[in-house]
Structure formats: C-alpha cells, structure tokens
C-alpha cells in the first residue's frame, strides 16, 4: 500500500493535478536514444548554445531531469567568454545568494562562496561563464539555476553534439551556425536542432520573405529541414524554472516531435507537438512587434486598463490579419498566438522596453541588446514586418478606397512602431496618437476584412502557392 501511494505522489502537480507520467525519465531518455541511434555505453550529448534567460533554463531544465544518468547523457551550455560582471550586478548576486540558504550551502560546499564576497567588495571580477558554471545568468540574476558544465570554445562544445538547443537571438543565430558548420563538415551523422529563438528576420530579393532562425540554420549548416525543430509558447524563463505551470509547442517533423516532447515533457511543462514549423515559429516573432506598443502605451498612461485595452483589441486585431497573410488556414494558430502574446504583455522583456523607452529610462540609441535583457527581439521584428508587409510587390484590395493598397496600410499599430523604433522620426509618445486615429477601422471590421478576403501570400513564407 506503501508503494502505491508513493507512485501516486510522483503523479500529483505542485497545483493538485494528477498527470501522467508517460514513462519514467529513464525510459523516456531511452527511447530518444534508441530513436538516435545510441549505442550502449556511448551517451547522448546535448549542447544549448547561447546562455540567454531561455536558453540557461531550458538547459538547466534538462540537467535538473537527466542530469544523474550521467552514463546515458552529458547536457553542456556554450556561451562566449569574457562578458564581465559589473559591480552593481555583482552586489545583487550576493543579495540573492545569502538570501537563499540552499544556494548559500551549495556554493560553500563547493568552495565558491568566497569569490563572490570579494566581487562584492571589489576585490574581484566575475565573469558571465563563471557564474553560469555555479547556475547564476546574467539575463536573469535572481533565479539561480543549477550548476551548469559550461564551455567556452565553440568548436569543444558543438562537433560531437547530438542535440543542439538554439538560444540565440535571430539576429546572431545564422552567424554563429555558420561558424559551427565548420566542425561538422566531417560529421558521419546528422544533428537534431531545437530552435527556442523567437524573432523574425527580412530577405526582399528577389521576392520578400521571412526567414526564421530555424531557416537560417538550415542555410548556415546543411542540415535538413526535417532535423530542426521549433519548440514555443507563453513562457517566462524564470517562472518556468520556478516550476509556475506552462506549456509549450515543439514544432517539426513527425519523427523527432513525438519523442521530443515526451523527453521534453515535465509535471509543471507540458510540451505538446505540431508539425506546422515555420508558421508557429513566425507568430513567436510577432507578437514581439506588438509587446513593444503595448508597454509603452501602459507607460504613457499609467497603466491604464481602459487604454491597455483598447491598444489590445487594436494590435490582435492587425496580428489577425497578418495571420491571414502568412498562414492557408490562421484559425489553428489563433489560441498560441494570442496566449504567447498575452503573457509578453503581462511580464515579457519586449514590454518591459516599451515601457523603460516611453518613462525615459531607455533611449534607442542604447541599442537593442540591454544589460541584465538581453537582446529585444522585437525591434529587428518590427522592421522585418514592416519591410515585407510594405514591399512594392505585395498588394491588397483597401475595402473602402477599392485600390490596391500594400498590406501595411491596413497595420497603423505595425507602421506607426516603425516610424518610432526604425525611423526614429516620432517619440514613444506617438503610438497614442496611432490609437486615437479617428479614420482607423473598428478593430472588428478588421477582422471581417481578413476572414472574407483571399489575403493568404504563401511566398511570404517561402512556399509555393
């Protein structure tokens, strides 16, 4: 009786639910690697390249699950070394650790306690590596991780891999896989990828087109488009790590979806499976674009509920209608969609500059890739929509004027963005103005615009049509 209520225990959630365990995570690692080929003795290697908030904890998620079969898997982060720590950031990280008795424990078991009293003090500099090895990121100070076996050389942690975790932002992924292609040119098998990189980037000749990070790998790299694989959704890194319930989409072929999301799969991360890559993983750069309106409008006015949500109804409104751009049937996408959206509105770092822009605390000419951030995704998205949504080659039918408008004219939110984050010709201040359009569309009429006109361009997506 003992036993039986042991196994239900370990089928409950921190919330009260019971799920199902779909294996053990023994039995789960092997059949990945039964799926991979692995023979007995030779364990399966898995690399996160890039050390942002994501990517560290997606990392130390695998390492927290699979960590201890140590003889069936080896799980590494590569990131750049010499990145420093600066004294303010270090000061916070001893806060964080005293205030946590068993990181506390951790580090002085381990002997490394002491160099974080002197960085306090000044005595010493750390380095994001370093603090990575003992589970601190720097995007992400106060949740720590678990300790983390960190490379710093690219071609050490890549050449052997058999899985390879994307956490670059798009616009550092296809520079660094081209840099990786070059270890695996004498490889005899074929990696599989995971993208977790949700930003959107631009190619206007010789037609416009998104390219998403999982396509710039497969042009950085050769590996085929059937190897790599998407996994999104609603997540914020450090809640997720902190156990808060989420759930995710890997993205992909059928043969590495499945059992990826069953590996992948934990009690408070639920990772369900699709095989629609390219377009789930465009609408994670997307609602980038709209995060960043979205923070500055709660800024510009307090945080206003009645403003926030009229700026809501008006930006879901224009993603609705980019979906019927983009996608043959936008309907299965809208439930990701619109909950990815709404919770990088409620917490995500898009909004997060929207708002520091409008209050001042942030100026564009500090760039996008901010300190204790990370890099803002949405400004490269917000100029890859626009450029292709504003291309002289795409076309609609404007339902009042009845001549051919580009798509952008019927996204003020998107164009208005632009001419803020891009152009840089109006202040943050400006996007209330866009809100206040009297001659824009009732946001549902929008919708109705989209749902009874043949808007799909399969070539923005590279398809056929």
Known sequence: MVGSTEAMNKNIY??????????????????????????????????????????????????????????KVLIRIWRRPGRTVDRATAEHLFE????????????????????????????????????????????????????????TNLQEAVWDADIVINGLPSTETHEVFEEISKYWKERVTVPVIISLAKGVEAELKPEPRIITPTQMINRATGVPMENILYLGGPNIASEIYNKEYANARICGAEKWRKALAKFLRQPHFIVWDNGDLVTHEVMG??????????GMVAALTNESATSKSVYFALCTSEMIFITHLLAEEPEKLAGPL????????????????????????????????????????????????????????????????NKPVAPVELCPILKMLYRILIMREFPPQAILEALRDEAMYDPRDRIEIAQTHVFYRPSLLGHQP
């Open 96 to 151: 964080v650790i005293n205030s946590r008795e068993d990181v506390l424990r951790r580090l002085i078991r381990r002997c490394a306690y002491l160099k974080y009293v002197e960085a306090r003090l000044g005595d010493r500099t750390l380095f994001a590596d370093e603090i990575l090895k003992d589970g601190f990121c720097l995007n992400m100070i106060d949740t720590p991780l678990c300790p983390l076996k960190v490379v």
């Open 14 to 71: 921190s919330n009260g639910l019971i799920h199902s365990s779909n294996g053990s995570l023994e039995e789960r690692l092997d059949e990945l690697r039964h799926l991979m080929g692995k023979a007995e003795g030779d364990p399966l290697r898995i690399v996160g390249v890039g050390a942002g908030a994501w990517g560290s904890v997606f990392t130390a998620m695998l390492q927290d699950g699979y960590g201890h079969l140590r003889d």
């Open 338 to 401: 619109l909950a990815d959206t709404y919770v990088t509105l409620l917490k995500g770092r898009n909004a997060w500059y929207g708002q520091q822009l409008a209050k001042g605390g942030l100026s564009l000419e500090m760039g996008d890739s901010i300190k204790g951030k990370g890099m803002i995704q949405g400004v490269s998205a917000v100029k890859a929509f626009y450029e292709l949504l504003g291309h002289s080659s795409l076309s609609v039918l404007h339902p009042e004027e």
């Open 285 to 294: 750069g997307l609602k980038n674009v709209y995060a960043i309106g979205a």
